[in-house]
C-alpha cells in the first residue's frame, strides 16, 4: 500500500485544518489507518487511528476532543480533522496503515507509512 498524505499547512491558534491520506497500489479498506506525528527531535507521537469498517476509533488524549478521523471508502481516502489547533500541534503528520484488525497506537505495528506533510501553528 502506497500511501499519500496532503492538506498541511500554516493556520493561526484557534483555526482548523483537514489533512487526507489517499491510497494507491493494493486496497486498504481491510487496514487500520492512523496518523502520527513528529517534532524534530522528539519521538514519533500517536494521534489517532480508525478501525477499518469505521466503526472504532481511538485518540492521543492531547487531540480527544479537537481532532475527528475519519475514512471514505468510496473515495479511499482517511481524514483527520484538526480543529481548535494550538502551536503545540505544530509537527510533520504522518499517515500509516496497519494490518492488525483493532485499533491501536503504536507505530510497530504499522507496516505501510506516506510521507509527512507539515501542519504549522502560529500563536
Not at 72 to 88: C, F, G, I, R
Request: some cysteine; hydrophobic content about 35%.
Amino acid at each position: 500500500v502506497q500511501l499519500q498524505a496532503s492538506g498541511g499547512g500554516l493556520v493561526q491558534a484557534g483555526g482548523s485544518l483537514r489533512l487526507s491520506c489517499a491510497r494507491s497500489g493494493r486496497t486498504f479498506s481491510n487496514y487500520v489507518m492512523g496518523w502520527f506525528r513528529r517534532v524534530p527531535g522528539k519521538e514519533r507521537e500517536f494521534v489517532a487511528a480508525i478501525s477499518w469498517n469505521g466503526g472504532s476509533t481511538l485518540y492521543a488524549h492531547s487531540v480527544k476532543g479537537r481532532f475527528t478521523i475519519s475514512r471514505h471508502k468510496a473515495k479511499s481516502t482517511v481524514d483527520l480533522q484538526m480543529d481548535n489547533l494550538k502551536p503545540e500541534d505544530t509537527a510533520a503528520y504522518y499517515c500509516a496503515a496497519s494490518t492488525n484488525s483493532l485499533v491501536h497506537s503504536s507505530s510497530d505495528r504499522y507496516s505501510d507509512w506516506g510521507q509527512g506533510t507539515l501542519v504549522t501553528v502560529s500563536s
